[in-house]
């Protein structure tokens, strides 16, 4: 199948002695462009590499050996071929070693675009597979999954991955469009992945969860998430709240508010047109200083720069 859009032009790599890190400058995603493929024909290696995005590795056919690194430096290869498909989050290393009459499809998206609604990722089964790396701090999230695709599956993501690429034809793409079709391919996939994994799932307590969409209201009524009136209302002492909260999360409470009250701002960076001092205003920051270190601490840009990164017209 042909993808009509042109794939992202590469800058050349650096030397072998660095390792690469595919960010902007390669994937070139945007909120015009939330999801980026790149069809590899004929695939052969490729060095050793880390992504600023969670990467989608769809192997259609053939198959090519998959590089993993330890902390430690040391290499692991497995063979992937037709019909598996990989998971890969921001920050892990790997690369490929040659391929036999290997075809695969990388996708990218830009998750903070995808973010603002956590129920409907999560009522939908995608936050453990797809954004649980950029909301958590879990070891079991930084990590490679691998999983089976029937032919049916692949053929479907095709066509909905072709669909986007036609989408990003149009004088003016449209965005539901492209955000609805990209979540059928989610669903897809996530259905596959809990098939076949014993741990398919985030199991969190009661509480916890209560407290996950309690910070998403508290943000988007631009209040603070109080955390000790919080763990009154559920019957804990605040420091056991907050115990069983980063046990469950890898964060602290404050922490994770932080967190996604930075990922709601981006998401209003990206979509809307409100001045950076509006979106402070209407997420609850006391003034713009605080607004831009959070804002930095968790996506190591400013807010403006963010915004004149992501919404350059393609």
């Known amino acids: 199948?042909?993808?009509?859009?042109?794939?992202?032009?590469?800058?050349?790599?650096?030397?072998?002695?660095?390792?690469?890190v595919l960010d902007e400058d390669y994937?070139?995603?945007?909120?015009?462009?939330?999801?980026?493929?790149?069809?590899?024909?004929?695939a052969t290696s490729f060095r050793r590499h880390s992504?600023?995005?969670?990467?989608?590795?769809?192997?259609?056919?053939?198959?090519?050996?998959?590089?993993?690194?330890?902390?430690?430096?040391?290499?692991?290869?497995?063979?992937?071929?037709?019909?598996?498909?990989?998971?890969?989050?921001?920050?892990?290393?790997?690369?490929?070693?040659?391929?036999?009459?290997?075809?695969?499809?990388?996708i990218c998206y830009l998750a903070e675009w995808f973010l603002w609604d956590?129920?409907?990722?999560?009522?939908?089964?995608?936050?453990?597979?797809?954004?649980?790396?950029?909301l958590f701090r879990r070891a079991e999230n930084l990590q490679?999954?691998?999983f089976r695709l029937s032919q049916q599956e692949i053929a479907t993501c095709e066509r909905e991955l072709h669909d986007i690429s036609c989408e990003y034809l149009e004088a003016t793409p449209s965005l539901l469009f492209i955000r609805s079709t990209f979540f059928k391919i989610l669903v897809i996939l996530a259905r596959a992945w809990r098939r076949q994994t014993v741990q398919g799932d985030l199991h969190f307590r009661p509480e916890?969860?209560?407290?996950?969409?309690?910070?998403?209201?508290?943000?988007?009524?631009?209040?603070?998430?109080?955390?000790?009136?919080?763990?009154?209302?559920?019957?804990?002492?605040?420091?056991?709240?907050?115990?069983?909260?980063?046990?469950?999360?890898?964060?602290?409470?404050?922490?994770?508010?932080?967190?996604?009250?930075?990922?709601?701002a981006a998401h209003l960076l990206l979509e809307s047109d409100l001045s950076i001092g509006a979106i402070a205003a209407r997420l609850g920051y006391c003034d713009s200083a605080h607004r831009s270190r959070a804002f930095l601490q968790n996506e190591s840009i400013s807010p403006r720069t963010f915004r004149s990164r992501y919404r350059l017209t393609d």
Request: hydrophobic share 35%.
């Open 208 to 264: 916890i969860w209560r407290a996950l969409q309690s910070v998403d209201s508290c943000i988007k009524d631009g209040r603070n998430f109080r955390i000790d009136a919080f763990a009154h209302d559920v019957g804990l002492a605040p420091k056991s709240f907050s115990r069983l909260f980063h046990a469950a999360t890898g964060l602290s409470p404050s922490e994770y508010f932080g967190r996604r009250r930075t990922q709601h």
């Open 118 to 134: 956590l129920n409907l990722l999560w009522t939908e089964g995608l936050v453990p597979l797809f954004f649980a790396s950029h």
């Open 51 to 106: 992504h600023a995005f969670t990467e989608l590795v769809m192997i259609q056919e053939g198959s090519i050996g998959h590089e993993t690194f330890d902390g430690d430096g040391r290499q692991q290869t497995l063979e992937v071929q037709g019909g598996d498909f990989l998971v890969i989050p921001p920050g892990l290393v790997h690369g490929y070693g040659e391929g036999h009459s290997c075809r695969r499809m990388d």
């Open 1 to 20: 199948m042909n993808f009509p859009y042109p794939p992202p032009s590469s800058p050349p790599p650096p030397p072998l002695s660095e390792e690469w």
């Open 144 to 146: 490679i999954w691998r």
């Open 27 to 42: 994937i070139q995603l945007s909120a015009s462009r939330p999801v980026r493929m790149l069809q590899h024909v004929e």
